[in-house]
């Protein structure tokens, strides 16, 4: 039996209906969609969440998203080409693998291109773009979907300024780094306009992987009358790099760590997208906000290897005979996706008293198709980019897949005393399709998911809240995990998980803020890899229960507000702390690594999930012109296999990461009666050479790098 929304619509309508009777007040209204607000709203938030400030990126001159999130408790942003294009976001001990398990939104909306049918981050916008981040974890989450599993990072671009302003970043560095970044906005007509454009370029962190991309970003807002907000954006992001996607041997990995034998291997994309979101306070305690989106991404992936263990790839290219021949008779895989996702969702957010308890109610609404066009194309010369004489004439791959989804959601906030009780439930139906344009097969199958979710805080004092919640975690599966390419039904479930929180948070004293939380994440039938060590490419199975518990905990303060400090010097300092106890498989399991298959593994722990992660950093601060800090980052060690093993294998794809420690330094000044900033960076200063990834082979993190730049503002 299938629940769709269309069934549930009027009974939904009329319980938002039945708050809004009697409201007279019509107030300016925001076209925000709020996921947590401004930092001190975390207070209240009925669940763990963080939120990373412009102070935060300005002090450290992040230069990638993954800088910027090692600020936050819980999660592991891992490092693959040295400059956050490809994030790999894990959190809690799940896999940070092409960020799968985490919902990515850009000012509330789908960030990523196919969160239903394929939620992997190929491509993501330059960290400049955004104002602010905003991370959410606990059963609040149930508001955003379709992943709840492990939680929802939501980017945040400023708003387009009332009078004319703006500013022009140039920087240079080490290994070919070189950066111009500029703002402009201002006021034409009564809309407030903000425009954004950067240009990178990078020779990356491995040897034959030079990076470019330019990103440019068009902000509209205005007022249109009283009650009604719009709000309009463009972006337009494109990339042309020389990317390969295989890692490194373990030979290879001793000989030269940042080396890169595939020199004809391309990256290239595009990705164009757009949202509309109209804001309407209808009364003072009710307010609907409407908006529409789309996204089109275009990737193009030529290489020559997919993993350190086909050298080259040669199964689809017999004549080419080994890496000898790699400049000459060797051919090369396209690996070609177009992507188009279209959405439209309405929230409607109201106030009234239920039994006598100030209650804040959101419910919401969305419809979500997404579109991919996959095609495979195997070109007989290095740099070929037509169908060579390999199977199926060179294409091996042409495939549509679709995924159309109904949700909707409704949560409440009901104040009982210095109690804020806070349950919700989500509801998501999907249908999948996928066709095979080589042979016309064609299979479908649809799947719905109930997610409720109930969240409590105490206030012990005004400044200090104790929390709680528990929520299902859902994670769709893709649609080529569902639907064979002859058109079969796989029965591979949703990702589903019981997820368990308890924590305090608020000021210890004026000036020391924390905030300390213990977690449970237990899963019904975590989705992994079925080879974990073949590449995110291999396909989905189910490894069955598993479970994951640990704490995180936050810090931050100052000397001056401490009372410490005067006179315009102030000592600040942050510290965010994980520790991942448990990340084990439950039940019976064994190991899904051909060879293996009678082994077992219960109890082991699972791949990618390092029990330690911290994150610290204290800095000097005088007056609004100088700015100085020290930055420390540490990364536990863990396992790449579900068979734990410690000895790395030759191919290098499974063994042991050890742990890494790195550390930052950044210098910032601005001289008196002036709006320029200069500022210096040196990133993994002691030089660390660590792996982050063994996937696909060995891939190392990013080595020092020195930068240097200049920001005048106008």
Known sequence: MRLRLSNAGPALLALMAAGTAGAQEIPVASSEIVVIGARRDLLHIPGSGATVEAEDLDRSRVLT?????????GLFPREEEGIGLRPNIGVRGLSPIRSTKILLLEDGLPLTYAPYGDNATYSHPPIRRFSRIEVLKGASQV????????????????????????????????????????TLGGQVAGVRLLGHANATRFDGVRRNHDLEFNDVYLKAQTTMAPGHDL???????????????????????????????????RFETQRFTTALTHGWQIAEDVK???????????????????????RPSDASDPACGGMANLNTACGTEGRLREYNQYGVESRLAWSLPVLGAPTAFEAGARWHTERQARVQINADTPNGRTPGVSVNG?????????????????????????????????????????VNRLNGARGETDLTEVIPGFGVTFDVRDDLVLYAGVHRGFAPPRVEDVVTNAGGVVDLEAERSVNWEAGLRGTA???????VT???????????????????????????????????AAANGSLAKLGVLSGGDDIFFRAALTWVAEADYEGVRRSSIAGFTNVSVSGNRLPYAPEYLASAAIGYERGDWLTLQAEVQHTGEMFTDDLNTVAPSANGQRGLIDNATTWNFAAN?????????????????????????????????????????VRVAF
């Open 288 to 310: 609907l906000t409407t908006s529409a989106y789309s996204l089109w991404f275009d990737r193009d992936w030529w290489r020559q290897s997919s993993n350190s263990a086909q």
């Open 143 to 182: 508001r955003f979907g379709p992943n709840t599993v492990g939680g929802v990072i939501n980017y945040i671009t400023p708003d387009a300024p009332e009078a004319f302003e703006g500013a022009l970043q140039v920087a240079g560095g080490t290994d070919g780094y070189q950066e111009a970044d500029a």
């Open 394 to 434: 060179g294409v091996p791959e042409s495939q549509l897949r679709y995924a159309e989804a109904w949700s909707g959601f409704i949560t409440a906030q009901a104040e009982i005393g210095r109690f804020t009780v806070s349950p919700g439930v989500r509801v998501e139906s999907i249908d999948y399709e996928r």
């Open 65 to 73: 998203v993954n800088e910027a999130l090692r600020q936050v408790p």
């Open 509 to 515: 004293t004026p000036g020391l803020d924390f905030d």
């Open 231 to 265: 709000s309009a954006r463009i972006g337009l992001f494109e990339e042309n790099s020389q990317v390969s996607y295989s890692g490194l041997t373990q030979a290879e990995f001793n000989a030269d760590p940042y080396g890169n034998p595939f020199p004809n291997d």
């Open 518 to 552: 213990a977690f449970v994440m237990d899963f019904e039938n975590q989705i992994v890899p079925a080879s974990v060590a073949g590449g995110v490419g291999a396909s989905l199975t189910s490894a069955g229960e598993t479970r994951h518990a640990g704490l995180e």
């Open 669 to 709: 000044v601005t001289p008196q009666g002036t709006r320029t900033t200069l500022y210096v960076t040196v990133k993994n200063a002691f030089d660390e050479v660590y792996i982050v990834d063994r996937a696909r082979g060995v891939l190392p993190g990013a080595p020092q790098l020195w930068q240097a730049g």
